[in-house]
């Protein structure tokens, strides 16, 4: 089932995104917990939070913020995490999620960008967001 979370899924978002936190690439910053949760607060709050569930467990969720560019007003919905369990990435959990993040951003009538970065397999999830009819836009590069 996909809803709106609400400040009861904060212990089992934080749990997750814990989870997604130990899939990333090398190199990635440690998890400051109190920042962590005050993100996941936030989001809750001021900003949009899908989850699907199953069995009445979290599988999967998508959080974010209305943001701007550094240098216009122009507002676009952004995400911060998005995240699907290993066992059910091959159902349509990752669709509907971000499907309905969108809906929501054309609801009000705002453009959304998504992300992935500190994950492997790039070329897989660009592709993936393709099909959802995003466009890439750029690159991030880091010092290691």
């Known amino acids: ?70 240098w216009s007003d122009k507002k676009y919905l952004s995400d911060l995490w998005f995240f699907v369990y290993k066992q059910h990435r091959k159902s349509n959990i990752a669709v509907k999620l971000i499907k309905k993040f969108m809906q929501i951003g054309k609801k009000h009538n705002i453009n959304t960008k998504l992300g992935h970065v500190y994950t492997g397999d790039s070329e897989r999830k660009d592709k993936f967001y393709e099909r959802l009819g995003l466009s890439k836009v750029g690159s991030l590069y880091m010092e290691a």
């Open 1 to 70: 089932m996909l809803r709106m979370a609400t400040v009861q899924d904060l212990s089992e978002l934080y749990v997750m995104l814990h989870v997604m936190h130990s899939e990333t690439i090398d190199g990635t910053s440690p998890i400051d917990s109190e920042k962590l949760i005050s993100a996941i607060n936030t989001a809750l709050h001021k900003g949009i939070v899908l989850v699907f569930e199953i069995d009445d467990k979290i599988v999967g969720s998508i959080g974010g913020l209305e943001n701007s560019d550094w």
